[in-house]
């Protein structure tokens, strides 16, 4: 099956630095990626979803000069937050999907941001 | 009212029963149903999706779609601790590149 990787799996960083997590689809070229937001015992949240080429749209209620996304092939997006602060300490997990009438979502290991 | 409620649990089962995992869902323009199993800290792998209303198998799984009751299920046969983890459902109301929306999860744990 198609496989997602993120890098980095877990990452600690200090209040007010930027992180970036990196979301690669390996063996198929993704149209479309999402990224999600998890929190303990919650739920996945959609914060944006990313097309090759366009800029991200986010959802609602997500800054986006905060968690700013970069789409710039078909088998990379990446996610940085910028100026961390501790409540956005949270496992972020991308998936990616082809394009066509049904095409499954892949998601990736997820990484784990900690943030002091 | 979320658009998807999920009981999160916990449910815990002896090994060899029958789960049955359930979400209930506001928006009647879904179509597209899914159940996610996610293991500890990891993302979630697709277990089953289906297309509209009735029933799907694959193996010792079966979803099921009520979309005149906006109810789907998940039903587990002879349930294994291997089984144990996170269950989380998923609808879109198109297909592939459009985003899902999660219910909250459902913990497992078949107990030996």
């Known amino acids: 099956g198609a496989v997602v990787s993120q890098h980095p799996s877990r990452v600690i960083c200090k209040s007010g630095t930027s992180v970036k997590i990196e979301c690669r689809s390996l063996d198929f070229q993704a149209t479309t990626m999402f990224w999600y937001r998890q929190f303990p015992k919650q739920s996945l949240m959609l914060m944006a979803t990313s097309n090759e080429g366009s800029k991200a749209t986010y959802e609602q209620g997500v800054e986006k000069d905060k968690f700013l996304i970069n789409h710039a092939s078909l088998t990379l997006s990446t996610l940085t937050v910028t100026s961390a602060h501790p409540e956005d300490s949270s496992f972020y997990i991308c998936s990616a999907a082809l394009s066509g009438p049904w095409s499954e979502q892949y998601f990736g290991p997820g990484t784990r941001l900690t943030v002091t | 009212q979320k658009e998807v409620e999920q009981d999160p649990g916990p449910l815990s089962v002896p090994e060899g029963a029958i789960v049955s995992l359930n979400c209930t869902y506001s928006n009647s323009a879904f179509q597209y149903f899914m159940w996610y199993r996610q293991y500890s800290r990891k993302g979630p792998e697709l277990l089953m999706y289906?297309?509209?209303?009735g029933n799907k198998e694959d193996g010792r799984f079966t979803a099921q779609v009520d979309k005149s009751s906006k109810y789907i299920s998940l039903f587990i046969r002879d349930s294994q601790p291997s089984d144990s983890a996170t269950y989380l459902c998923?609808?879109?109301?198109?297909?592939?590149?459009?985003?899902?929306?999660f219910g909250k999860g459902t913990r497992l744990s078949v107990i030996a």
């Open positions: 998923a609808m879109s109301e198109d297909s592939g590149n459009t985003p899902l929306v």
């Open positions: 289906t297309y509209s209303s």
